[in-house]
């Protein structure tokens, strides 16, 4: 069965950080790419952060430079490091793998999902 499971979530104040977790089970991800998207309450889902399995990465405009993804495929593993956190970051961040060549920013391309963890930034 395959899983991802997020984790790293949780409260923090504005300026602060967090380094949230993917960890990959069921199957090998290191052909797929991983991405990282966000949902926050009424609002529709977005892309944050991509990367390939040649670790090209690819980064939402309203978290360039603040947030890094990387991965680690001994591991199956891929994190989100945020930085310097701002309230409207607040959401649930989910992870997901993307079987095709290529980091989409479509969440449609992904085929596989994570149930997500909270991320709450207070001013």
């Known amino acids: 069965q395959v899983q991802l499971v997020e984790s790293g979530g949780g409260l923090v104040q504005a300026g602060g950080s967090l380094r949230l977790s993917c960890a990959a089970s069921g199957r090998t991800f290191s052909s797929d790419a991983m991405g990282w998207f966000r949902q926050a309450p009424g609002k529709e889902r977005e892309f944050v952060a991509a990367?390939?399995?040649?670790?090209?990465?690819r980064y939402a405009d309203s978290v360039k430079g603040r947030f890094t993804i990387s991965r680690d495929n001994a591991k199956n593993t891929v994190y989100l490091q945020m930085n310097s956190l701002k309230p409207e970051d607040t959401a649930v961040y989910l992870c997901a793998a993307d079987r095709s060549i290529g980091i989409s920013r479509t969440q449609y391309e992904y085929d596989y999902w994570g149930q997500g963890t909270q991320v709450t930034v207070s001013s």
């Open positions: 990367i390939s399995r040649s670790r090209i990465s």
